[in-house]
Protein backbone atom coordinates (compact mmCIF):
# COMPACT_ATOMS: atom_id res chain seq x y z
CA UNK A 1 0.00 0.00 0.00
CA UNK A 2 1.18 3.57 -0.96
CA UNK A 3 2.28 5.77 2.13
CA UNK A 4 1.99 9.18 2.81
CA UNK A 5 3.66 11.38 1.44
CA UNK A 6 5.46 8.52 -1.31
CA UNK A 7 3.64 10.42 -4.38
CA UNK A 8 3.28 13.43 -5.51
CA UNK A 9 -0.15 13.72 -4.13
CA UNK A 10 -2.38 12.24 -1.82
CA UNK A 11 -4.47 11.20 -5.23
CA UNK A 12 -4.23 11.44 -8.57
CA UNK A 13 -6.78 14.43 -10.02
CA UNK A 14 -7.71 12.53 -12.18
CA UNK A 15 -11.43 10.88 -12.79
CA UNK A 16 -13.40 8.14 -14.11
CA UNK A 17 -15.19 9.65 -17.30
CA UNK A 18 -14.86 7.69 -19.92
CA UNK A 19 -17.28 4.42 -20.35
CA UNK A 20 -16.14 1.18 -21.96
CA UNK A 21 -18.08 2.51 -25.70
CA UNK A 22 -15.19 5.31 -25.61
CA UNK A 23 -12.93 3.00 -25.24
CA UNK A 24 -13.53 0.92 -28.18
CA UNK A 25 -13.94 4.19 -30.13
CA UNK A 26 -10.92 5.28 -28.88
CA UNK A 27 -9.32 2.10 -29.90
CA UNK A 28 -11.24 1.72 -33.39
CA UNK A 29 -9.95 5.33 -34.31
CA UNK A 30 -6.38 3.70 -32.81
CA UNK A 31 -5.92 0.83 -35.58
CA UNK A 32 -7.32 3.61 -38.08
CA UNK A 33 -8.20 1.84 -41.68
CA UNK A 34 -8.58 5.60 -43.62
CA UNK A 35 -5.21 7.56 -41.97
CA UNK A 36 -3.02 4.39 -40.95
CA UNK A 37 -4.81 2.01 -43.01
CA UNK A 38 -4.76 3.79 -46.74
CA UNK A 39 -0.95 5.07 -45.47
CA UNK A 40 0.48 1.74 -44.58
CA UNK A 41 -1.43 0.13 -47.57
CA UNK A 42 0.52 1.95 -50.14
CA UNK A 43 3.95 0.85 -48.92
CA UNK A 44 2.85 -3.04 -50.13
CA UNK A 45 4.27 -2.60 -53.94
CA UNK A 46 7.33 -2.88 -51.92
CA UNK A 47 7.00 -6.06 -51.55
CA UNK A 48 4.82 -7.46 -54.56
CA UNK A 49 4.78 -11.22 -54.01
CA UNK A 50 2.92 -10.39 -50.73
CA UNK A 51 -0.89 -10.25 -50.32
CA UNK A 52 -2.61 -7.23 -48.19
CA UNK A 53 -5.43 -9.51 -47.30
CA UNK A 54 -3.22 -12.59 -46.25
CA UNK A 55 -1.19 -10.38 -43.74
CA UNK A 56 -3.89 -7.99 -42.54
CA UNK A 57 -6.36 -11.42 -41.25
CA UNK A 58 -2.73 -13.12 -39.77
CA UNK A 59 -1.21 -10.13 -38.01
CA UNK A 60 -5.10 -9.49 -36.78
CA UNK A 61 -5.36 -12.85 -35.07
CA UNK A 62 -2.13 -13.31 -33.31
CA UNK A 63 -2.88 -9.42 -32.60
CA UNK A 64 -6.30 -10.46 -30.56
CA UNK A 65 -3.49 -11.73 -28.21
CA UNK A 66 -2.41 -8.60 -27.47
CA UNK A 67 -5.91 -7.59 -26.47
CA UNK A 68 -6.04 -10.30 -23.91
CA UNK A 69 -2.42 -9.20 -22.87
CA UNK A 70 -3.29 -5.37 -22.04
CA UNK A 71 -7.13 -5.86 -20.89
CA UNK A 72 -6.06 -8.26 -18.19
CA UNK A 73 -2.83 -5.99 -17.11
CA UNK A 74 -5.83 -3.63 -16.71
CA UNK A 75 -8.00 -5.78 -15.06
CA UNK A 76 -5.13 -6.05 -12.97
CA UNK A 77 -4.15 -2.77 -12.50
CA UNK A 78 -5.68 -0.16 -13.90
CA UNK A 79 -3.99 3.32 -13.17
CA UNK A 80 -3.38 5.64 -15.41
CA UNK A 81 0.03 5.31 -16.90
CA UNK A 82 -0.58 1.45 -18.16
CA UNK A 83 2.85 0.45 -19.36
CA UNK A 84 4.64 2.34 -17.61
CA UNK A 85 3.13 1.32 -14.01
CA UNK A 86 3.24 -2.53 -14.66
CA UNK A 87 6.91 -3.10 -16.06
CA UNK A 88 7.42 -0.32 -12.94
CA UNK A 89 5.96 -2.70 -10.60
CA UNK A 90 6.47 -6.13 -12.25
CA UNK A 91 9.94 -5.29 -13.79
CA UNK A 92 11.06 -2.73 -11.70
CA UNK A 93 11.16 1.25 -11.28
CA UNK A 94 14.26 1.71 -14.08
CA UNK A 95 13.18 -1.23 -16.76
CA UNK A 96 9.66 0.30 -16.57
CA UNK A 97 10.58 3.95 -16.82
CA UNK A 98 13.20 3.46 -19.71
CA UNK A 99 10.90 1.00 -22.10
CA UNK A 100 7.76 2.94 -21.48
CA UNK A 101 8.84 6.32 -21.21
CA UNK A 102 11.06 6.43 -24.13
CA UNK A 103 8.06 4.14 -26.32
CA UNK A 104 5.35 6.65 -24.83
CA UNK A 105 7.05 9.94 -24.82
CA UNK A 106 10.21 10.26 -27.04
CA UNK A 107 9.21 8.19 -29.80
CA UNK A 108 5.83 9.81 -30.17
CA UNK A 109 7.84 13.03 -31.35
CA UNK A 110 8.44 11.09 -34.15
CA UNK A 111 4.99 10.09 -35.21
CA UNK A 112 3.65 13.82 -35.48
CA UNK A 113 5.82 14.11 -38.55
CA UNK A 114 3.21 11.10 -39.64
CA UNK A 115 0.18 12.39 -38.87
CA UNK A 116 0.71 15.52 -40.38
CA UNK A 117 1.53 13.78 -43.56
CA UNK A 118 -1.75 11.74 -43.52
CA UNK A 119 -3.40 15.17 -42.94
CA UNK A 120 -1.97 16.44 -46.18
CA UNK A 121 -2.62 13.87 -47.73
CA UNK A 122 -6.57 12.79 -46.36
CA UNK A 123 -7.90 16.27 -45.93
CA UNK A 124 -5.97 19.23 -46.90
CA UNK A 125 -4.57 18.15 -50.37
CA UNK A 126 -7.96 16.36 -51.46
CA UNK A 127 -10.71 19.29 -50.32
CA UNK A 128 -8.42 21.87 -51.49
CA UNK A 129 -7.96 20.62 -55.32
CA UNK A 130 -11.49 19.82 -55.07
CA UNK A 131 -12.96 23.03 -54.42
CA UNK A 132 -10.13 24.65 -56.89
CA UNK A 133 -11.35 22.37 -59.57
CA UNK A 134 -14.84 22.97 -59.42
CA UNK A 135 -14.40 26.78 -58.95
CA UNK A 136 -11.75 27.46 -61.38
CA UNK A 137 -9.68 28.61 -58.85
CA UNK A 138 -5.75 28.51 -60.00
CA UNK A 139 -4.99 29.71 -56.12
CA UNK A 140 -7.10 26.56 -54.01
CA UNK A 141 -5.42 24.13 -56.50
CA UNK A 142 -1.76 25.25 -56.18
CA UNK A 143 -2.76 25.22 -52.12
CA UNK A 144 -3.34 21.62 -52.77
CA UNK A 145 -0.08 21.10 -54.23
CA UNK A 146 1.73 22.97 -51.63
CA UNK A 147 0.27 20.61 -48.85
CA UNK A 148 2.30 18.12 -50.08
CA UNK A 149 6.00 20.60 -50.25
CA UNK A 150 8.16 20.10 -47.39
CA UNK A 151 6.59 23.51 -46.12
CA UNK A 152 3.21 22.14 -46.40
CA UNK A 153 4.03 18.95 -44.60
CA UNK A 154 5.67 20.65 -41.82
CA UNK A 155 2.67 23.45 -41.30
CA UNK A 156 -0.09 20.07 -41.33
CA UNK A 157 2.10 18.54 -38.33
CA UNK A 158 2.34 21.94 -36.58
CA UNK A 159 -1.50 21.66 -36.96
CA UNK A 160 -1.89 18.25 -35.69
CA UNK A 161 0.12 19.90 -32.51
CA UNK A 162 -2.51 22.15 -32.32
CA UNK A 163 -5.32 20.11 -32.86
CA UNK A 164 -4.00 17.45 -30.20
CA UNK A 165 -3.21 20.47 -27.35
CA UNK A 166 -6.65 21.41 -27.87
CA UNK A 167 -9.10 18.27 -27.65
CA UNK A 168 -6.50 16.48 -24.70
CA UNK A 169 -6.29 19.89 -22.56
CA UNK A 170 -10.53 19.97 -22.74
CA UNK A 171 -10.13 16.66 -21.07
CA UNK A 172 -11.94 13.09 -21.50
CA UNK A 173 -15.03 14.58 -21.17
CA UNK A 174 -14.79 16.75 -23.98
CA UNK A 175 -12.53 14.49 -25.95
CA UNK A 176 -15.03 11.54 -25.66
CA UNK A 177 -17.90 13.73 -27.24
CA UNK A 178 -15.65 14.82 -29.89
CA UNK A 179 -14.15 11.25 -31.18
CA UNK A 180 -18.01 9.69 -31.04
CA UNK A 181 -19.18 13.26 -33.25
CA UNK A 182 -16.41 11.67 -35.47
CA UNK A 183 -16.50 8.03 -35.26
CA UNK A 184 -20.63 8.24 -36.21
CA UNK A 185 -19.89 11.38 -39.32
CA UNK A 186 -16.54 8.68 -40.35
CA UNK A 187 -18.97 5.60 -40.12
CA UNK A 188 -21.19 7.68 -42.83
CA UNK A 189 -18.28 8.51 -44.32
CA UNK A 190 -17.05 4.85 -45.37
CA UNK A 191 -20.35 3.64 -45.76
CA UNK A 192 -21.07 5.98 -49.02
CA UNK A 193 -17.90 5.84 -50.28
CA UNK A 194 -18.61 1.89 -50.25
CA UNK A 195 -22.11 2.71 -51.85
CA UNK A 196 -20.65 4.59 -54.21
CA UNK A 197 -18.58 1.80 -55.09
CA UNK A 198 -20.74 -1.30 -55.32
CA UNK A 199 -22.99 1.57 -58.12
CA UNK A 200 -19.99 1.27 -60.34
CA UNK A 201 -17.28 -0.31 -62.28
CA UNK A 202 -14.19 -0.61 -63.29
CA UNK A 203 -14.97 1.02 -66.47
CA UNK A 204 -16.31 3.89 -64.86
CA UNK A 205 -13.72 4.29 -62.36
CA UNK A 206 -11.04 4.67 -65.36
CA UNK A 207 -13.02 7.13 -67.58
CA UNK A 208 -14.27 9.20 -64.54
CA UNK A 209 -10.49 9.26 -63.50
CA UNK A 210 -9.11 10.21 -66.55
CA UNK A 211 -11.26 13.26 -66.16
CA UNK A 212 -10.82 14.42 -62.62
CA UNK A 213 -7.41 13.68 -63.01
CA UNK A 214 -6.68 15.55 -65.56
CA UNK A 215 -8.77 18.21 -64.48
CA UNK A 216 -7.62 18.72 -61.06
CA UNK A 217 -4.06 16.95 -60.19
CA UNK A 218 -2.54 15.88 -62.99
CA UNK A 219 0.69 17.25 -64.65
CA UNK A 220 -0.28 15.11 -67.78
CA UNK A 221 -2.96 14.47 -70.17
CA UNK A 222 -4.71 11.51 -72.22
CA UNK A 223 -4.85 8.47 -70.50
CA UNK A 224 -3.51 9.00 -66.74
CA UNK A 225 -4.87 5.59 -65.75
CA UNK A 226 -2.63 3.71 -68.03
CA UNK A 227 0.75 5.84 -67.60
CA UNK A 228 0.23 5.46 -64.01
CA UNK A 229 0.12 1.53 -64.94
CA UNK A 230 3.04 2.15 -68.16
CA UNK A 231 5.51 4.05 -65.47
CA UNK A 232 5.41 1.41 -62.95
CA UNK A 233 5.65 -1.44 -65.13
CA UNK A 234 8.47 0.51 -66.41
CA UNK A 235 10.70 0.06 -63.23
CA UNK A 236 9.45 -3.42 -62.97
CA UNK A 237 7.05 -3.56 -60.63
CA UNK A 238 4.15 -6.03 -61.24
CA UNK A 239 1.39 -6.72 -58.38
CA UNK A 240 0.50 -10.10 -57.33
CA UNK A 241 -2.79 -11.15 -57.88
CA UNK A 242 -5.36 -10.42 -55.08
CA UNK A 243 -6.96 -13.83 -55.29
CA UNK A 244 -3.43 -15.01 -55.00
CA UNK A 245 -3.53 -16.16 -50.98
CA UNK A 246 0.45 -16.58 -50.85
CA UNK A 247 0.97 -17.07 -47.14
CA UNK A 248 5.02 -17.21 -46.89
CA UNK A 249 5.50 -14.23 -49.05
CA UNK A 250 2.77 -12.47 -47.49
CA UNK A 251 4.44 -12.94 -43.57
CA UNK A 252 6.78 -10.26 -45.15
CA UNK A 253 3.70 -7.95 -45.31
CA UNK A 254 2.89 -7.98 -41.42
CA UNK A 255 5.63 -6.06 -40.21
CA UNK A 256 4.64 -3.13 -42.83
CA UNK A 257 0.67 -4.01 -41.71
CA UNK A 258 1.41 -3.68 -38.17
CA UNK A 259 2.10 -0.04 -38.61
CA UNK A 260 -1.66 -0.01 -38.76
CA UNK A 261 -3.11 -2.56 -36.79
CA UNK A 262 -0.93 -3.18 -33.78
CA UNK A 263 -2.56 -0.70 -31.66
CA UNK A 264 -5.87 -1.33 -30.19
CA UNK A 265 -4.68 -1.48 -26.80
CA UNK A 266 -3.52 2.02 -27.46
CA UNK A 267 -5.62 3.39 -25.01
CA UNK A 268 -4.30 1.25 -21.61
CA UNK A 269 -2.54 4.28 -20.74
CA UNK A 270 -5.94 5.66 -20.23
CA UNK A 271 -7.64 2.89 -18.22
CA UNK A 272 -7.36 4.84 -14.79
CA UNK A 273 -10.10 7.41 -16.09
CA UNK A 274 -12.55 4.56 -17.44
CA UNK A 275 -15.12 3.31 -15.68
CA UNK A 276 -15.08 -0.31 -14.62
CA UNK A 277 -11.88 -0.68 -15.65
CA UNK A 278 -11.39 -3.82 -13.22
CA UNK A 279 -13.24 -5.67 -15.56
CA UNK A 280 -11.60 -8.04 -17.66
CA UNK A 281 -14.69 -8.86 -20.31
CA UNK A 282 -15.09 -5.22 -20.97
CA UNK A 283 -11.89 -4.15 -21.55
CA UNK A 284 -11.07 -6.98 -23.62
CA UNK A 285 -14.94 -6.13 -25.83
CA UNK A 286 -13.56 -2.64 -26.66
CA UNK A 287 -10.37 -3.46 -28.18
CA UNK A 288 -11.53 -6.68 -29.24
CA UNK A 289 -13.98 -5.19 -31.79
CA UNK A 290 -11.96 -1.90 -32.33
CA UNK A 291 -9.49 -4.60 -33.99
CA UNK A 292 -11.67 -6.86 -35.72
CA UNK A 293 -14.02 -4.73 -36.76
CA UNK A 294 -11.24 -2.47 -38.64
CA UNK A 295 -9.96 -5.51 -39.78
CA UNK A 296 -13.34 -7.00 -41.37
CA UNK A 297 -13.80 -2.67 -43.13
CA UNK A 298 -9.98 -3.70 -44.61
CA UNK A 299 -10.75 -5.93 -46.01
CA UNK A 300 -14.17 -5.25 -47.79
CA UNK A 301 -12.41 -2.13 -49.19
CA UNK A 302 -9.48 -3.57 -50.63
CA UNK A 303 -11.84 -6.42 -52.33
CA UNK A 304 -13.76 -3.20 -53.77
CA UNK A 305 -10.52 -1.58 -54.61
CA UNK A 306 -9.79 -4.43 -56.84
CA UNK A 307 -13.01 -4.97 -57.90
CA UNK A 308 -13.16 -0.73 -58.97
CA UNK A 309 -10.08 0.34 -59.58
CA UNK A 310 -8.26 -2.76 -60.34
CA UNK A 311 -6.06 -4.17 -57.82
CA UNK A 312 -2.64 -3.49 -60.21
CA UNK A 313 -3.47 0.16 -61.01
CA UNK A 314 -4.22 1.08 -57.16
CA UNK A 315 -0.62 -0.60 -56.47
CA UNK A 316 0.75 0.89 -59.13
CA UNK A 317 -0.64 4.42 -58.32
CA UNK A 318 1.08 4.02 -54.55
CA UNK A 319 4.20 2.61 -55.84
CA UNK A 320 4.82 5.87 -58.74
CA UNK A 321 3.37 8.43 -56.26
CA UNK A 322 6.37 7.22 -53.75
CA UNK A 323 8.77 6.61 -56.65
CA UNK A 324 8.58 10.12 -58.11
CA UNK A 325 7.10 8.70 -61.39
CA UNK A 326 3.11 9.48 -61.03
CA UNK A 327 1.46 11.66 -63.55
CA UNK A 328 -1.07 12.68 -60.53
CA UNK A 329 0.32 14.85 -58.63
CA UNK A 330 -0.83 14.50 -55.01
CA UNK A 331 -1.09 10.98 -53.06
CA UNK A 332 -3.66 8.52 -54.64
CA UNK A 333 -5.90 8.79 -51.19
CA UNK A 334 -8.66 6.36 -51.95
CA UNK A 335 -11.72 8.57 -50.85
CA UNK A 336 -10.80 10.59 -53.66
CA UNK A 337 -10.29 8.49 -56.09
CA UNK A 338 -14.03 7.41 -55.15
CA UNK A 339 -15.35 10.57 -55.47
CA UNK A 340 -14.45 11.11 -58.54
CA UNK A 341 -16.89 8.74 -59.60
CA UNK A 342 -20.05 11.41 -59.26
CA UNK A 343 -20.23 14.72 -60.78
CA UNK A 344 -21.67 16.16 -58.22
CA UNK A 345 -19.79 18.66 -56.48
CA UNK A 346 -21.83 17.94 -53.47
CA UNK A 347 -21.29 14.43 -53.05
CA UNK A 348 -17.81 14.68 -53.30
CA UNK A 349 -17.79 17.20 -50.73
CA UNK A 350 -19.73 15.09 -48.44
CA UNK A 351 -17.48 12.10 -48.95
CA UNK A 352 -14.12 13.70 -48.51
CA UNK A 353 -15.36 16.03 -45.47
CA UNK A 354 -16.92 13.08 -43.75
CA UNK A 355 -14.05 11.00 -44.46
CA UNK A 356 -11.56 13.40 -43.06
CA UNK A 357 -13.39 13.09 -39.61
CA UNK A 358 -11.65 9.78 -39.61
CA UNK A 359 -8.50 12.21 -39.63
CA UNK A 360 -10.16 14.41 -36.51
CA UNK A 361 -10.72 11.83 -34.28
CA UNK A 362 -7.94 10.41 -34.10
CA UNK A 363 -5.16 13.27 -34.23
CA UNK A 364 -5.35 13.46 -30.25
CA UNK A 365 -4.21 9.76 -30.03
CA UNK A 366 -0.77 11.19 -31.04
CA UNK A 367 -0.46 13.07 -27.48
CA UNK A 368 -3.71 11.78 -25.43
CA UNK A 369 -2.10 8.04 -24.34
CA UNK A 370 1.71 9.69 -23.94
CA UNK A 371 0.67 12.39 -21.81
CA UNK A 372 -0.84 9.45 -18.88
CA UNK A 373 2.67 7.77 -19.08
CA UNK A 374 4.79 11.39 -18.83
CA UNK A 375 1.63 12.20 -15.51
CA UNK A 376 2.40 8.72 -13.77
CA UNK A 377 6.16 8.69 -14.09
CA UNK A 378 6.24 12.74 -12.43
CA UNK A 379 3.69 11.17 -10.03
CA UNK A 380 6.21 8.63 -9.17
CA UNK A 381 8.82 11.36 -8.83
CA UNK A 382 10.97 10.04 -11.40
CA UNK A 383 10.56 13.43 -14.05
CA UNK A 384 10.12 16.67 -12.48
CA UNK A 385 6.65 17.51 -10.23
CA UNK A 386 5.52 20.28 -12.02
CA UNK A 387 4.73 17.69 -14.85
CA UNK A 388 1.94 15.90 -12.43
CA UNK A 389 -0.11 18.77 -12.61
CA UNK A 390 -3.77 18.27 -13.34
CA UNK A 391 -5.92 21.39 -13.77
CA UNK A 392 -9.40 21.55 -11.53
CA UNK A 393 -11.99 22.45 -14.40
CA UNK A 394 -10.73 19.69 -16.84
CA UNK A 395 -8.85 17.16 -15.00
CA UNK A 396 -6.04 17.94 -17.81
CA UNK A 397 -2.05 17.01 -17.02
CA UNK A 398 -1.97 20.06 -19.49
CA UNK A 399 1.93 20.04 -18.58
CA UNK A 400 2.90 17.02 -19.26
CA UNK A 401 1.11 17.96 -22.81
CA UNK A 402 2.87 20.59 -22.96
CA UNK A 403 6.18 18.21 -22.85
CA UNK A 404 5.11 16.50 -25.75
CA UNK A 405 3.93 19.64 -27.77
CA UNK A 406 6.89 21.42 -27.13
CA UNK A 407 9.01 18.27 -28.63
CA UNK A 408 6.80 17.30 -31.02
CA UNK A 409 7.55 20.78 -33.03
CA UNK A 410 11.45 20.58 -32.51
CA UNK A 411 11.38 16.78 -34.45
CA UNK A 412 8.85 17.82 -37.01
CA UNK A 413 11.07 20.66 -38.08
CA UNK A 414 14.10 18.40 -37.97
CA UNK A 415 12.72 15.26 -39.95
CA UNK A 416 10.67 17.63 -42.40
CA UNK A 417 13.91 19.31 -43.10
CA UNK A 418 16.52 16.52 -42.88
CA UNK A 419 15.64 13.47 -45.14
CA UNK A 420 18.67 11.95 -43.51
CA UNK A 421 16.65 12.57 -39.71
CA UNK A 422 13.33 11.85 -41.41
CA UNK A 423 14.02 8.12 -41.88
CA UNK A 424 14.26 7.60 -38.60
CA UNK A 425 10.37 7.77 -38.53
CA UNK A 426 10.58 4.42 -39.62
CA UNK A 427 11.28 3.45 -35.85
CA UNK A 428 8.28 4.30 -34.34
CA UNK A 429 6.73 1.26 -34.74
CA UNK A 430 9.71 -0.72 -33.55
CA UNK A 431 10.44 1.14 -30.76
CA UNK A 432 6.40 0.80 -29.32
CA UNK A 433 6.90 -2.83 -30.13
CA UNK A 434 10.14 -3.11 -28.14
CA UNK A 435 7.65 -1.42 -25.00
CA UNK A 436 5.02 -3.98 -25.76
CA UNK A 437 7.27 -6.59 -25.44
CA UNK A 438 8.12 -5.28 -21.68
CA UNK A 439 4.36 -5.52 -20.66
CA UNK A 440 4.34 -8.83 -22.09
CA UNK A 441 6.91 -10.33 -20.27
CA UNK A 442 5.62 -8.64 -17.33
CA UNK A 443 2.36 -10.13 -17.95
CA UNK A 444 4.09 -14.19 -17.97
CA UNK A 445 5.39 -13.59 -14.86
CA UNK A 446 2.81 -11.58 -13.16
CA UNK A 447 1.37 -15.01 -11.27
CA UNK A 448 5.05 -15.89 -10.26
CA UNK A 449 6.82 -12.80 -9.46
CA UNK A 450 3.76 -11.38 -7.68
CA UNK A 451 1.41 -14.34 -6.75
CA UNK A 452 0.09 -12.08 -3.52
CA UNK A 453 -1.39 -9.30 -6.46
CA UNK A 454 -2.03 -11.65 -8.82
CA UNK A 455 -4.76 -14.04 -6.33
CA UNK A 456 -6.25 -10.76 -5.29
CA UNK A 457 -6.85 -9.53 -9.05
CA UNK A 458 -10.38 -10.45 -10.91
CA UNK A 459 -8.01 -12.57 -13.41
CA UNK A 460 -7.10 -15.15 -11.05
CA UNK A 461 -9.47 -17.45 -11.92
CA UNK A 462 -9.19 -17.24 -15.75
CA UNK A 463 -6.87 -20.76 -16.91
CA UNK A 464 -6.14 -22.36 -20.08
CA UNK A 465 -4.72 -25.69 -20.18
CA UNK A 466 -4.26 -25.06 -16.17
CA UNK A 467 -2.21 -22.48 -16.78
CA UNK A 468 -3.00 -18.72 -16.26
CA UNK A 469 -4.41 -17.42 -19.02
CA UNK A 470 -2.23 -13.78 -19.10
CA UNK A 471 0.67 -16.29 -19.17
CA UNK A 472 -0.47 -18.49 -21.83
CA UNK A 473 -2.09 -15.22 -24.23
CA UNK A 474 1.43 -13.09 -23.21
CA UNK A 475 4.04 -16.20 -24.69
CA UNK A 476 1.78 -16.34 -27.91
CA UNK A 477 2.08 -12.42 -28.54
CA UNK A 478 5.88 -12.71 -26.97
CA UNK A 479 6.53 -14.82 -30.17
CA UNK A 480 4.70 -12.46 -32.35
CA UNK A 481 6.77 -9.43 -31.12
CA UNK A 482 10.13 -11.86 -31.93
CA UNK A 483 8.86 -12.45 -35.54
CA UNK A 484 8.48 -8.68 -36.08
CA UNK A 485 11.84 -7.76 -34.78
CA UNK A 486 12.98 -10.81 -36.36
CA UNK A 487 11.70 -9.63 -39.53
CA UNK A 488 12.69 -5.43 -38.86
CA UNK A 489 16.22 -6.26 -38.28
CA UNK A 490 17.24 -8.75 -40.94
CA UNK A 491 15.44 -6.91 -44.21
CA UNK A 492 16.38 -3.95 -45.37
CA UNK A 493 12.92 -3.04 -46.77
CA UNK A 494 11.78 -1.81 -43.73
CA UNK A 495 14.11 0.87 -43.10
CA UNK A 496 15.12 0.37 -39.61
CA UNK A 497 18.18 -2.32 -40.02
CA UNK A 498 20.70 0.83 -40.20
CA UNK A 499 23.71 1.66 -38.20
CA UNK A 500 22.07 4.99 -37.90
CA UNK A 501 18.95 4.03 -36.76
CA UNK A 502 20.68 1.46 -33.93
CA UNK A 503 22.64 4.77 -32.57
CA UNK A 504 19.40 6.96 -32.77
CA UNK A 505 17.70 4.58 -31.06
CA UNK A 506 20.82 4.33 -28.45
CA UNK A 507 20.49 7.74 -28.19
CA UNK A 508 17.10 7.38 -27.12
CA UNK A 509 17.38 4.90 -24.52
CA UNK A 510 20.25 6.87 -23.26
CA UNK A 511 18.08 9.77 -22.59
CA UNK A 512 15.80 7.74 -20.43
CA UNK A 513 18.30 5.99 -18.41
CA UNK A 514 20.46 9.13 -17.46
CA UNK A 515 17.12 11.03 -16.32
CA UNK A 516 16.33 7.68 -14.01
CA UNK A 517 19.58 7.60 -13.11
CA UNK A 518 20.00 11.22 -12.22
CA UNK A 519 16.19 11.40 -10.75
CA UNK A 520 17.22 8.81 -8.70
CA UNK A 521 20.01 9.98 -6.69
CA UNK A 522 18.24 13.59 -6.85
CA UNK A 523 15.37 11.89 -5.08
CA UNK A 524 17.69 10.03 -2.84
CA UNK A 525 18.79 13.41 -1.18
CA UNK A 526 15.45 14.48 -0.27
CA UNK A 527 15.00 11.08 1.30
CA UNK A 528 12.91 9.43 -1.52
CA UNK A 529 13.74 6.28 -2.29
CA UNK A 530 12.29 5.49 -5.41
CA UNK A 531 12.40 1.65 -5.24
CA UNK A 532 9.87 1.80 -2.35
CA UNK A 533 7.99 3.62 -4.61
CA UNK A 534 7.48 1.19 -7.43
CA UNK A 535 6.53 -1.28 -4.73
CA UNK A 536 2.85 -0.18 -4.63
CA UNK A 537 0.40 1.23 -6.66
CA UNK A 538 -0.14 4.25 -7.21
CA UNK A 539 -3.13 6.01 -5.55
CA UNK A 540 -6.37 7.13 -7.77
Request: charged share 10%.
Amino acid sequence: MAQPGMFVRKASGLVRSWSVFDGFVYSFFSVNLVTLGFYSFAFAPYIPEGNLLTAIVISTIFIIFEVFVYALMVAVMPRAGGDYVWQSRILGGGIGFVLSVTGWGWILWHWVPLYGNMLAFNVFTPILGMLGGWTNSSGLVNAASWFVTTNGLFFSSLAVIVLAFIYISLGMSWYARIQKFCFYLGMAGIVTMIIMMLANSRADFISSFNHYATAFFASGEGDIYQQILANAAEAGYVAAPLSKIAIIPSLALIPMVVFFNLWPNWGATLYGEVRGASDFKRNFISMFFGLVVTGILAVIVLLLFSRVFGWDFYNAANFTFYEGTSPFGVFPYPALLVSFLTDSPVLQMWLLISMSAWFFGWCGTVFLSSTRVIFAAAFDRILPDWMAYVTSKFRAPVNALLVMAVGGVIVSAAMHYSASIEKLALNATLVIAVMYLGTTVAAIILPYKDPELYKASPIARLKLFGLPLITVTGVIFLVFLLFLFYMWMTDAVYGVNEPTSYLYLAALYLISIIIYVASKWYRKRQGIDLQEIHKSIPVE
